[in-house]
């Protein structure tokens, strides 16, 4: 597949080609006319008018052919701009996770390198080539997304080339109700955005790009033992054990409104529209992640929603996962929640930490909401003095995440939480490789406004469950 680089020395190639046949042609032009000058005549041969003509078609063919090039390199050239842009943001470092035994390059938008010493961590079972995408490889370069990006490149070039941005894209959509496929490498900047703004992403989650409605991932589900025996004994078979971890694209679909006279008007529009859609696709993913596949009103109403989150629609979460294959990985059951000791902060926390150890599992992060870090920020001793963390606590990467809701159980109005500990780069995201973007201009056409939908599609799966656990209704600030 070629890069942009070189779909730009391709243009640069053949608008240098069309310029020597313009020049061509008028230089020919010029010297029929220069000829007939010279020799004192006011008019031209038959045969010098047909030259003349055939120079016309040429180099009005050329000026057709540069003008084309000019627009194709304007494209590629805001493309190539936007690539550099990210690459530079890679290039900052931001804490992340790290799973045992394994070294990641962290960059800023969460992304990790895989290991250089071992193959992918995960592998398709159609085609063994690697499932995940690595931290520190853009959404777009990935195997899948590049081979499915070369069957789309003629389609995606068009569009790129006629608009120049997803902006513009967006801009030339704001005036009639419309729905299109995004060019990957627009697509692709949306997910890395996405992938910076979401927290279980930052914290390890791995993001696995799905050709198909359904992806099947081998893992290993059983590890082998070992024994001691005596001799001349028997030595007892015991294999690792392997099945799949299947991704199945559920639909989302993230809403973002602004008025018609900021569409057509603002410069950075772009940058915006890419921003917009990112946060609020990593919002819902953050909440579906952790969240997703609570059906029932006593579950869902005792985590602060209002609804529930059946499956299908939605993906089948970190909760809703234990609580049906692993419940004793899910901690805290108190009717009026569980009040943090001042003398003893930790313990809950750390509770949850060593439910992951017990079934050897190691965990690399911990997520909560900004009330619960808060809470546990604010623990001092009889002096005053700031309580010191938990050095298992302290050890492990802390993400907040405001989608972890404070809602009220029993008597704690308002102030219980729930607390996630894992292995966060157990937590698989199904990525589907298409973004539809669509425009509303009836709905919100009254107040002057425009709609644009992105439907992203995906489905969120654990590896092994074990290497999780929840802590339930603790009661932060």
């Given at each position: 597949m070629p890069t942009i680089n070189d779909l730009i020395r391709q243009y640069e190639g053949d608008r240098a080609r069309a310029v020597q046949q313009r020049d061509a042609a008028t230089a020919q032009a010029r010297s029929?006319?220069?000829?007939?000058?010279?020799?004192?005549?006011?008019?031209?041969?038959?045969p010098e008018e047909r030259t003349i003509e055939a120079a016309a078609a040429r180099r009005q063919d050329a000026a057709r052919l540069i003008e084309n090039c000019d627009a194709q390199l304007t494209a590629l050239r805001a493309a190539q701009a936007d690539e550099a842009r990210i690459e530079a943001e890679q290039a900052q470092r931001l804490p992340g996770a790290q799973p045992p035994g394994r070294t990641f390059e962290e960059t800023l938008d969460g992304r990790r390198s895989g290991p250089a010493d071992s193959g992918p961590l995960w592998v398709r079972r159609t085609d063994d080539k690697p499932a995940v995408v690595a931290r520190s490889q853009r959404f777009a370069d990935h195997t899948i997304v590049a081979e499915y990006a070369a069957r789309r490149a003629a389609q995606d070039q068009h569009v790129v080339g006629h608009h120049g941005s997803l902006g513009?894209?967006?801009?030339?959509?704001?005036?009639?109700?419309?729905?299109?496929?995004?060019?990957?490498?627009?697509?692709?900047?949306?997910?890395?955005?996405a992938r910076n703004a979401s927290r279980v992403l930052t914290a390890g989650a791995q993001i696995v790009p799905m050709?198909?409605?359904?992806?099947?991932?081998?893992?290993?589900?059983?590890?082998?033992?070992?024994?001691?025996?005596?001799?001349?004994?028997?030595?007892?078979?015991?294999?690792?054990?392997?099945?799949?971890?299947?991704?199945?694209?559920?639909?989302?679909?993230?809403?973002?409104?602004?008025?018609?006279?900021?569409?057509?008007?603002?410069e950075n529009v772009d940058e915006?529209?890419?921003?917009?859609?990112?946060?609020?696709?990593?919002?819902?993913?953050?909440?579906?992640?952790?969240?997703?596949?609570?059906?029932?009103?006593?579950?869902?109403?005792?985590?602060?929603?209002?609804?529930?989150?059946?499956?299908?629609?939605?993906?089948?979460?970190?909760?809703?996962?234990?609580?049906?294959?692993?419940?004793?990985?899910?901690?805290?059951s108190g009717a009026n929640g569980t009040a943090i000791t001042g003398t003893t902060p930790w313990n809950e926390v750390l509770d949850t930490i060593y439910t992951v150890r017990q079934f050897n599992e190691e965990p690399n992060a911990i997520l909560w909401n900004a009330k619960m870090a808060q809470k546990l920020a604010k623990t001092y001793d009889t002096t005053g003095q700031p309580l010191t963390m938990a050095p298992d606590v302290a050890g492990l990467e802390r993400y907040i995440t405001n989608q972890i809701p404070s809602f009220t159980q029993g008597t704690a109005t308002g102030t219980a939480t729930d607390v996630f500990v894992g292995d966060f780069t157990q937590l698989l995201i199904g990525q589907r490789l298409d973004v539809q973007i669509q425009t509303l201009t009836e709905r919100y056409a009254e107040f002057g406004q425009i709609g644009i939908v992105a439907h992203w599609r995906g489905d969120v799966a654990l590896a092994r469950p074990r290497a999780f656990a929840v802590y339930r209704y603790l009661i932060g600030a």
């Open positions: 029929v006319l220069d000829t007939a000058k010279a020799e004192g005549r006011s008019h031209l041969t038959t513009e894209m967006v801009r030339a959509m704001s005036t009639t109700s419309g729905s299109a496929l995004v060019p990957t490498v627009w697509a692709g900047n949306i997910i890395d955005r050709d198909a409605k359904t992806v099947q991932i081998g893992r290993l589900a059983g590890d082998p033992t070992a024994a001691f025996r005596t001799e001349g004994s028997l030595i007892t078979a015991s294999d690792p054990t392997f099945d799949n971890v299947t991704l199945e694209a559920k639909t989302m679909s993230a809403l973002v409104v602004g008025s018609l006279e900021w569409f057509q008007d603002a915006v529209v890419s921003n917009a859609i990112a946060q609020a696709m990593a919002t819902e993913l953050d909440r579906q992640a952790l969240f997703g596949g609570l059906t029932t009103g006593g579950e869902v109403g005792a985590t602060g929603f209002n609804t529930t989150f059946p499956t299908p629609p939605n993906p089948r979460g970190v909760l809703a996962t234990l609580l049906a294959v692993a419940s004793s990985s899910v901690l805290g």
